[in-house]
């Protein structure tokens, strides 16, 4: 028996960074001997145990055979005989193909480390396109690590789009991939590679069909939809969004892409018909209540925080009372920073002000602290109050000359 560390951390050790969780492989054992050294078996479809100390995967070395569609359509064969060389070769990327001894000595058979020092993104075999997901995959790894995909590679990727396999991946699959893409240093990353591929109509047809659609020059200098998406996608890492912002602001313009063209370049109602798409969206990569109901906010209200200067004291009232934002404080400053995103999101305006978010956080907390007691007090508990305390709320701001 002989085990080894596998995959990411190998990958990452040399990268230089961080690493989360430790796999490992192991050649010339049985599930026999695995489990009569204390290992549990926790893998369904593939023999993984759980160390009886450690908690970490050991995997049976093992080769996989596609005989089906989608990404679980495969006979495996976990011999004693499998090598480490013949387990490696079935991997996604030539990254994620190596593996260390019990010495640390590397094991590199398909060129994982010269594609690491390259920041190329290359696939292992021709098996690559056996497995839908890796298409997915690949775009999240230039997402983690801004690389290149390999030309081959990608000729790969577009072949697995055009077979129609993508529509076998589960939503959750699907939502799993895009989630963890968001969280990434290189978000926008993650997005141009699928496009490249022809996968980003495939999976996610309501962000493909931004790109090509024009906007008005003055308002963005980028022009395209989809560009403006990119761009803000990256403001979002430099403003340190959390991954709920960043499905806002990916979500927030949707209605963009389905813009009569007599319109065009003007955008007049995006608002409500991004809050379609996305509940469409949502409902379809069964997405989270919480990212949904932020992401319907930022899309329905963008506009009107933009606006935020120039609105009366009635008005930002109101719109904070549309944002939930008495009854949920917390989620404001996520709903500003996704539209001060927006507004830097935009070729040469990286760097602009954003004075709307100061003006709508300093009008919330003159408007939260009215007090209600003294209303119920003088009028008693019945369905005026709500009209009266938003009364209350607007002579505060006044008074403040907010």
């Not at 080894?4 to 490992?24: E, F, I």
């Not at 054992?29 to 479809?45: H, T």
């Not at 098996?127 to 983690?144: G, M, N, Q, S």
């Amino acid at each position: 028996m002989q085990i080894y560390r596998v995959g990411g951390a190998v990958r990452d050790r040399l990268l230089g960074l961080p690493t989360v969780d430790c796999d490992w492989v192991v050649v010339g054992a049985s599930e026999e001997e695995m489990l009569a050294l204390g290992y549990r078996r926790v893998g369904k479809d593939f023999p993984v145990f759980l160390h009886p100390t450690t908690q970490e995967e050991y995997a049976l070395a093992r080769t996989e055979r596609k005989q089906g569609r989608g990404y679980t359509g495969f006979a495996v064969d976990a011999a004693r005989s499998v090598t480490l060389e013949e387990d490696l070769a079935r991997r996604d990327l030539t990254i994620n193909a190596m593996a260390e001894d019990a010495e640390g000595r590397l094991i590199d058979p398909y060129g994982g480390q010269r594609d690491l020092a390259a920041r190329v993104l290359r696939h292992v075999t021709a098996a690559f396109v056996e497995d839908p997901l890796r298409t997915l995959r690949v775009a999240r790894f230039a997402a983690r690590l801004n690389f290149t995909v390999a030309p081959e590679t990608l000729a790969l990727m577009r072949e697995i789009t055009a077979s129609g396999e993508l529509a076998t991946l589960t939503p959750e699959r699907v939502w799993r991939e895009l989630e963890r893409a968001l969280g990434e240093p290189y978000p926008a990353r993650f997005f141009e590679v699928l496009r490249d591929c022809g996968a980003l109509a495939a999976v996610l047809p309501e962000v493909d069909a931004l790109f090509g659609v024009p906007q008005p020059a003055q308002h963005h200098p980028e022009i395209d939809c989809g560009v403006h998406l990119l761009l803000c996608l990256t403001q979002a890492v430099r403003l340190g969004a959390s991954t709920r912002v960043r499905f806002a602001v990916l979500m927030h313009d949707l209605g963009k892409g389905t813009t009569p063209p007599a319109l065009l370049p003007g955008h007049i109602g995006h608002e409500d018909r991004s809050v379609r798409l996305l509940n469409a969206l949502c409902d379809r990569l069964r997405v989270p209540q919480a990212l949904r109901e932020l992401a319907v906010v930022v899309a329905r209200e963008h506009t009107n925080v933009h606006r935020g200067l120039e609105l009366r004291q009635s008005t930002l009232v109101d719109l904070l009372e549309r944002m939930d934002a008495f009854r949920r404080p917390e989620r404001l400053a996520d709903i500003l920073l996704a539209c001060e995103i927006d507004a830097r999101g935009r070729a040469g305006l990286e760097n602009r002000d954003y004075p709307q978010a100061a003006r709508l956080r300093r009008a919330f907390d003159i408007a939260r602290a009215v007090d209600v007691a003294p209303l119920v007090a003088a009028h008693g508990p019945g369905p005026e109050i709500k009209s009266l305390l938003r009364d209350a709320r607007i002579a505060a701001l006044k008074s403040a000359g907010v």
